[in-house]
């Protein structure tokens, strides 16, 4: 029997089938370099947040949840900085009727809410062959708010690589799609303090990429993903609310924090 997909379940105390591969360090990429794309510095400010993240999803306002997104250079009501490089993303529950969500499945707006989106994609291909994605943040996780950090394609969907997906309760969904599921849901403990997310991706075919997670330093799965070479991806941060994560949603305001995000790659010239 043939097995094109691998996905690794990790609960504490319990042993990981597999070979964790860990991220190389710039310096052990033999021949390749090591370049930034994004540095764990662009929440320092509002100058430094909007060189290199746009506000808003890729696509606009709107997504799958009944949160609608607000913010601007002018507008900073639901995504604001705070010191140390902390960006903060407030969901907060609206008392009036805003109509439905453009997207499917056309929820009702209940919440404004915060995203950002890159201005550099995440490009798996030969000169870039290996990246690194990752980041620290405190996530909500009470019924009915649906935090992410994920790529998506910046041109057509799939591929998306989520990194971290709260939807409900204290499980982090790493998930890859490209074309079906692959998921490794990781009970994380205290989701609301600081954790660290992360992928490793590596183009492993002329379609074909691995992607390595990890959460607080530590392996839990590894997907294999096709049609993923060549794709521009946009990397996400976003608070969304109820759909996925049930509801109803909290009556107050609902904060997700992110800090040291940062993307890099190998270089093969």
């Known amino acids: 029997m043939t097995i094109s997909r691998r996905t690794f379940l990790w609960s504490t105390?319990?042993?990981?089938?597999?070979?964790?591969?860990?991220?190389?360090?710039?310096?052990?990429v033999g021949p390749l370099a090591w370049e930034t794309v994004i540095g764990a510095d662009t929440f320092a400010d509002y100058g430094a947040l909007e060189s290199a993240w746009n506000y808003l999803y890729p696509w606009g306002s709107?997504?799958?949840?009944s949160a609608r997104m607000y913010a601007s250079p002018t507008d900073h009501n639901h995504v604001h900085l705070e010191p140390g490089g902390v960006l903060v993303l407030?969901?907060?529950?609206?008392?009036?009727?805003?109509?439905?969500?453009?997207?499917?499945?056309?929820?009702?707006?209940?919440?404004?809410s915060g995203a950002i989106h890159s201005k550099a994609h995440v490009v798996v291909n030969d000169q870039y062959p290996s990246w690194e994605v990752k980041g620290e943040f405190r996530a909500p996780s009470a019924r009915g708010t649906w935090p992410a950090f994920w790529l998506t394609g910046?041109?057509?969907?799939?591929?998306?690589?989520?990194?971290?997906?709260?939807?409900?309760?204290?499980?982090?969904?790493?998930n890859t799609y490209d074309g079906g599921w692959d998921s490794t849901p990781v009970t994380v403990s205290d989701p609301g303090a600081w954790h660290a997310y992360r992928a490793w991706i590596t183009k492993v075919g002329a379609t074909d990429v691995d992607i390595?997670?990890?959460?607080?330093?530590?392996?839990?799965?590894?997907?294999?993903?096709?049609?993923?070479?060549?794709?521009?991806m946009d990397v996400v941060i976003n608070l969304q609310m109820e759909g996925s994560s049930g509801s109803p949603g909290p009556s107050g305001d609902t904060y997700y924090r992110a800090r040291n995000v940062y993307v890099g790659r190998s270089n093969n010239g």
Do not use: C, M
């Open 62 to 65: 709107d997504h799958n949840g």
């Open 13 to 28: 105390g319990a042993a990981v089938t597999g070979v964790a591969l860990a991220r190389p360090a710039a310096a052990d």
């Open 212 to 232: 390595h997670y990890y959460l607080d330093g530590r392996w839990v799965g590894q997907h294999r993903a096709t049609d993923f070479v060549g794709a521009p």
């Open 154 to 174: 910046a041109h057509s969907w799939p591929p998306e690589s989520d990194i971290l997906e709260f939807k409900g309760d204290a499980r982090n969904w790493f």
């Open 90 to 112: 407030r969901a907060s529950r609206i008392g009036w009727d805003e109509g439905t969500s453009s997207k499917d499945p056309h929820l009702p707006i209940h919440y404004h």
